[in-house]
DNA sequence: GGCCAGGACACCA
DNA sequence: TGGTGTCATGGC
């Protein structure tokens, strides 16, 4: 399975390149989007970094200080605003006072406490802004891989994550670059309906489809 | 005007 | 434990 995961990964890098993940000038900026991205288009959620950036509020530090009705005011346009100003508070206040070396699963498991992290927007913050290796898996990577037929289409995040675990090496810069891609290529070729016309992927597509790649 | 978007959570059976 | 409703804006 490993060749088979390397093969999708070196398909999609010659198709698209490198992707320069994550879309962020700083650690906090992040934290920040990978919150404001839940269940929304990204194109919304740079509206609403827009507005934090002219406001001084694009840190960790000023969310932490700063008044929610104006936090919110700034992430309206990304949708679910009075949630996600609450979660961007809360989650400043708690990485404000965690001192432990944010380095190991005991990390993930405290970000995975706080109410609004959820084991996707964990593993973003893990691996983009603290430079971990846990694959991020997101609606796109199990649209692609049960299309694939590799996982199941009812698989869930941790079978999922576990399963890439399993067979990619724990690479930093690997996982950064999977992901990124998925999302590129889910947005040109995989969305809920399917468009396959050009697909890069579609020879291993049938090729495991075929052959039962599981 | 409806569908969808780089989720998470509360509630209920 | 799994299914469903809610949060909500903006692009296509």
């Given amino acids: ?36 991205t839940q269940n929304t288009n990204w194109k919304n959620v740079k509206k609403a970094i827009s507005n934090l950036k002219k406001k001084q509020l694009l840190s960790l530090s000023a969310l932490s200080a ?14 679910h605003y009075n949630q996600k100003a609450e979660r961007l508070k ?25 109410k609004g992290i959820g ?28 299309r694939l037929g590799i996982i199941g289409e009812q698989s869930n995040y941790s079978y999922i994550q576990g399963f890439f675990h399993r067979f990619l090496e724990p690479s930093v810069q690997l996982f ?4 990124a891609l998925l999302v590129r290529h889910a947005k040109l070729h995989c969305r809920k309906s399917p468009q396959c016309a ?6 291993i597509c049938e090729y495991a489809l075929n052959k039962g790649l599981t």
């Fill in 119 to 146: 084991p996707e927007t964990a593993d973003s913050i893990l691996l983009y802004a603290y430079n971990l290796p846990y694959f991020v898996v997101d609606a796109y990577t199990n649209r692609i891989f049960s």
């Fill in 66 to 79: 700063a008044d929610i009705a104006m936090i919110t005011d700034c992430i309206r346009p990304a949708g």
């Fill in 90 to 114: 809360l989650v400043s206040n708690a990485l404000k006072e965690y001192i432990v070396p944010p380095v190991s699963n005991e990390f993930r498991a405290f970000l995975l406490s706080l």
């Fill in 1 to 36: 399975m490993t060749k088979h995961l390397l093969q999708i990964y070196r398909i999609l890098f010659e198709e698209y390149g490198a992707q320069h993940w994550w879309p962020a000038d700083t650690h906090d900026e992040v934290i920040i989007g990978a919150i404001l």
């Fill in 198 to 203: 050009s697909c890069p992927l579609q020879d």
């Fill in 176 to 179: 950064n670059e999977y992901h």
